[in-house]
């Protein structure tokens, strides 16, 4: 990984004030946080949920026999 020194990091934080704007930038750090915490979670969710049971005491819905149905407009 390249080292950044001062001058490069202002560098790209003026390019992105620029480019997203001053209001926007703690909005968009914000949302990648909470992109990055769903994605945790999602993991170590599917790892503790176990499959469901293969049998169900709930009846099956019908089978169609006609084609798919499509929409009129």
Request: glycine share 10%; proline share 12%.
């Amino acid at each position: 990984m390249p080292n950044l020194g001062f001058t490069e990091i202002a560098i790209l934080l003026l390019i992105l004030v620029l480019f997203f704007g001053a209001k926007r930038i703690p909005e968009i750090g914000a949302s990648i946080g909470k992109g990055i915490k769903e994605f945790k979670r999602g993991l170590k969710s599917d790892e503790a949920v176990e499959p469901p049971p293969a049998s169900s005491d709930a009846p099956l819905p019908p089978a169609q026999t006609s084609g798919p149905k499509r929409l009129s407009h």
